[in-house]
């Protein structure tokens, strides 16, 4: 399948759904927000219609009439499930065509968002505009590092798709380093223009590559000659993580940050800052002690500005970061996203109510790495004062790495913490088929204590 049939598939099927994925794309491409005060004078008006609208269509907006955005209500999964249909426009049904977003929860039953033609399309062309940056174009060839289906039928009906956009999947389920050679072999002759998909699969790929020189293709072009970058999604990528697909691939990794409920928040630009798409979303933070900022620390909540089958207004997405205006070299005055920590269970608190997020775990597995072929996957669950390390041993891993792992842990907490370790075979996905590193079964978020105390 070349590029330019591929071209003329996206572009026809978004036409085909009423969306105008491409007039919006030219729009962003053309006119990028250069200073904060166009982004503000822009979501002020945007802000302004939606709430205009929900006020008038959304049952449980209703209510809020009078209210100013800056006494907008917080929302969540948990009142989203709760309200039903007094979420959703009694217009709905003039708003294009609809679709339906399911998020795939790991602890409850599913959330269904719905969404317009017209945020639809929104959020396909900021997601094109910023894989621009990485300089993809939509209908390049794609190497997707997903999951396959299990049923023949969807298997085939996903191969259909992916030939026609251009686009070849490898499974980034139910392999071993064993896979890794067929994999390079595989990709070497799709030569592809970009690899999408998990950092988790693609960092354990990365570090593997960077193993043996052998592995690292000809100089100057890479195990994969075609490759001009990598977009990695879904899962937290960290500085780690980064560093091992960056060199394995030798070829530059862009960070795409989203949520199932609204989509593809931001992208990384080529001088390596989280953008968010300004144009279709504000951000604000929710701190700890349960204020909202326009920028710092704290609970990502998020507005989305266009759509009006189901308006999120200030939503507690639950995620984790840092939210700065500081300027960046690339001269786009969009907002930078930091540490993005995922959900906020996915940190670990530490004493004083000190968070660590998967970052700094990564720090401390990479240090037993150095030694030898010792870690495949991990996983660290923190149960109050207990961490439990799960670990998918690499050939060399021995107890002396079980020593070492504990005394790094000691290092920085001293004796808070009491190790345990695990040796699964593998380390099973949520349900979403996110790999989550970090999971904190207690003790709960302080700052859903805090919105939820009378
Ligand atoms: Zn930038």
Same mark, same amino acid.
């Given at each position: ?28 491409? !053309?006119?990028?927000?250069?200073? %904060?005060? &166009? ?5 002020? @008006?945007?802000?302004? +219609? $939606? *709430? ?91 190497? !997707?590092?997903?999951?396959?289906? %299990?049923? &023949? ?5 996903? @191969?259909?798709?992916? +030939? $026609? *956009? ?99 928040? &931001? ?188």
């Amino acid at each position: 399948m070349n590029r330019t049939l591929a071209t003329l598939v996206y572009r026809t099927a978004a036409l085909l759904r009423g969306e105008k994925t491409f007039a919006y794309l030219r729009d962003y491409e !053309r006119n990028p927000f250069r200073d %904060l005060g &166009a982004v503000q004078v822009w979501q002020e @008006a945007e802000i302004a +219609a $939606l *709430l205009e609208y929900a006020c008038e269509h959304v049952p449980f907006y209703r209510e809020f009439r009078e209210t100013p955005f800056a006494q907008f209500p917080l929302i969540d999964k948990k009142m989203l499930k709760a309200g039903g249909n007094s979420f959703l426009s009694e217009q709905r049904e003039t708003l294009g065509r609809l679709t339906t977003k399911v998020t795939s929860g790991s602890t409850s039953e599913p959330l269904k968002i719905v969404k317009d033609a017209g945020s639809m399309a929104r959020e396909q062309a900021a997601t094109y505009r910023s894989y621009g940056w990485a300089g993809v174009r939509p209908g390049d060839a794609q190497a !997707r590092f997903w999951g396959v289906p %299990l049923k &023949a039928k969807d298997a085939r009906k996903n @191969a259909v798709r992916d +030939a $026609l *956009l251009n686009r070849k999947r490898y499974s980034a389920f139910n392999y071993t380093p064993a896979s890794f050679p067929g994999y390079m072999d595989a990709l070497r002759a799709q030569g592809p223009d970009y690899i999408y998909g998990y950092p988790s699969i693609l960092a354990e790929i990365g570090h593997w590559l960077r193993q043996d020189p052998a592995r690292a293709g000809s100089p100057g072009k890479g195990p994969v000659p075609t490759l001009r970058a990598i977009i990695t999604t879904a899962e937290i990528l960290t500085p780690t993580m980064r560093e091992a697909i960056e060199q394995g691939f030798a070829t530059r990794v862009f960070d795409e940050y989203g949520c199932a409920e609204v989509g593809s928040i &931001a992208h990384d630009c080529e001088h390596g800052s989280l953008h968010v798409n300004s144009e279709n979303l504000l951000v604000e933070i929710l701190t700890d002690e349960g204020e909202i900022r326009s920028e710092g620390t704290g609970r990502l909540v998020l507005t989305e500005l266009h759509n009006r089958a189901q308006p999120l207004i200030r939503y507690d997405s639950g995620d984790y970061g840092e939210l700065s205006f500081a300027p960046c070299a690339c001269g786009r005055a969009l907002p930078v996203l930091e540490n993005v920590h995922g959900r906020a269970y996915d940190t670990v608190i530490g004493p004083e109510g000190r968070r660590y997020n998967a970052a700094f775990f990564s720090y401390i597995f990479k240090e037993v790495q150095l030694r030898g072929e010792m870690v495949r996957q991990f996983q660290v669950i923190q149960n109050d004062r207990e961490i439990t390390f799960r670990i998918v041993r690499g050939a060399d891993y021995d107890s002396s790495s079980e020593a070492l792992l504990a005394r790094l842990l000691a290092d920085e907490f001293g004796d808070y913490f009491e190790p345990r370790f695990e040796y699964p075979d593998s380390i099973e996905r949520e349900s979403s088929g996110k790999l989550r590193q970090l999971k904190r079964v207690s003790p709960p978020d302080p700052v859903s204590q805090v919105l939820d105390s009378p």
